[in-house]
């Protein structure tokens, strides 16, 4: 696992021991930031369930001003604080030892730009991640993006949101992205 693209191109990044963490292959994370298609340069970006940091650290060394990386497990925080160090992004990141739930509860200090959700496969946490997130939408900027990773198979058809529109679903062999852009509720 490596960073791509950016200032820290080329790192190699630490894994997870065990099987806590589901981490990203090179080819869907290039494939990520190819859809995102935007210029990262002063965004905001929420690394949830952060097991290694390889999202958010890719954010970063393509631009994004701040990224705030969040796991429970102690392992994946040491190794997303150990991950910020070799690429040299640590002054621009937050790393949380938080439940993602708990954090989402609570009232919003800013609006992301983007929240990256990759949770533990197969426990329906991602629905309960964005149920959570449309009850308390402040933490996504209108007009921004929530994007899910998950198994195909984890999928649920035709779960509705009031703030936020599924706008875009791509499949990779085993992993899913889901993109979902925060709206005015009606």
């Known amino acids: 696992m490596r960073v791509i693209a950016g200032s820290a191109k080329g790192a190699k990044l630490l894994s997870v021991p065990g099987k806590t963490t589901r981490p990203i292959t ?8 190819n859809i995102i298609g935007v210029d990262m340069e002063g965004k905001l970006f929420l690394d949830l ?8 650290i890719e954010a970063l060394s393509r631009g994004a001003e701040h990224v705030v990386f969040l796991d429970i497990n102690y392992r994946a925080v040491k ?3 150990e991950n910020l160090q070799i690429t040299q992004l640590h002054p621009y990141a937050t790393v949380l030892k938080k ?7 609570e009232s919003p200090k800013q609006a992301f730009d983007f929240i990256y959700i990759a949770p ?51 499949i990779y062999g085993d992993t899913m992205l889901v993109f979902y852009e925060r709206v005015l509720s009606e």
């Open 26 to 33: 090179d080819q869907v994370k290039e494939a990520l930031f």
């Open 99 to 105: 439940d993602a739930f708990a954090f989402l509860r």
């Open 79 to 81: 190794i997303i604080e």
């Open 120 to 170: 533990p496969q197969y426990r329906s946490i991602w629905a309960k991640t964005m149920q959570t997130l449309d009850e308390n939408p402040g933490w996504v900027g209108l007009g921004e993006t929530v994007i899910i990773q998950i198994h195909p198979k984890e999928f649920v058809e035709g779960i509705t949101y009031t703030n936020f529109n599924e706008v875009d679903r791509r």
């Open 49 to 56: 369930f952060g097991g290694t940091g390889a999202v958010g």
